[in-house]
């Protein structure tokens, strides 16, 4: 798979109708290599370190084939890294992707470790009212890496799958059974069994898996 662009963001402020909020969300390309650590990559940071960052949330990523897909289907046009995205791939999608999957990519080790869970931010950022839920709706969130070796990566390197040791568990499965738990109970156990799982996503899941959840979050309602 292709990288297309690298970002990385500062946090910034910015005010809503309720009031101001820190987000690093807007991010800037990267054109030069840049080093990956086990928290992600140099120079980013993240101002909600509970639901962003950490070693099972190094670095997240989103697929260009989506951007294409909200066009085709929904008139949706984006600039460039409209999901806060520290990497935007080609030749990939959430249907593709594993939980699990260990990629290299020039001298790093990358493993998947969780889909996104998009917040109402996506919305908030591109003013494009339920773009959240929509992203949620159509499986198209996004995932998460952790870093299994540190190194440095550029555009011009590519990830190379080493090892897939769950064939069947799609981010996009993945995504499908959370968003509708009641109708996914055995897929969800067999979900919670996997190892690579991010400890704090297996926290959620459980828990809508208990409660038979169907829809999207609370914090995944618009607040344009």
């Known amino acids: 798979m292709r990288i297309k662009k690298i970002y990385v963001g500062k ?15 807007i991010k800037e390309e990267v054109k030069d290599k ?4 086990f ?42 890294c409209m999901f806060g995205e520290n990497i935007t ?10 939980i699990g999957d260990i990629y290299s990519c020039a001298d790093v080790l990358f493993e998947v470790s969780q889909p996104r ?11 494009i009212k ?16 952790r870093v ?14 080493v090892k897939r040791v769950n064939p069947n568990i799609s981010i996009a499965h993945i995504n499908r059974c959370y968003y509708d738990a009641k109708n996914n109970q055995e897929e969800i156990e067999r979900i919670l069994k996997i190892p690579e799982l991010a400890k704090d996503y297996q926290i959620s899941l459980k828990k809508r898996y ?11 309602r618009d607040k344009i």
């Open 11 to 25: 946090e910034k402020e910015f005010k809503k109708k309720s009031g101001l909020f820190n987000s690093s969300y």
């Open 34 to 37: 840049i080093s990956v650590n």
């Open 39 to 80: 928290f992600g990559l140099e120079n980013d940071t993240q101002a909600d370190k509970k639901s962003h960052g950490g070693k099972d949330r190094a670095v997240c990523i989103y697929s260009q084939s989506s951007y294409e897909f909200l066009a085709s289907k929904y008139n949706i046009l984006l600039e460039e």
């Open 89 to 98: 791939l080609l030749d990939s999608c959430e249907e593709e992707i594993c």
């Open 117 to 127: 869970l998009p917040c109402w931010k996506i919305s908030y950022i591109t003013g």
């Open 130 to 145: 339920n773009l959240t839920s929509l992203v949620v709706k159509e499986a198209k969130t996004g995932f998460f890496l």
């Open 148 to 161: 299994l070796k540190e190194g440095h990566i550029s555009f011009e390197d590519k990830f190379s799958l």
């Open 210 to 220: 208990k409660d038979k959840k169907q829809g999207i979050e609370l914090f995944q």
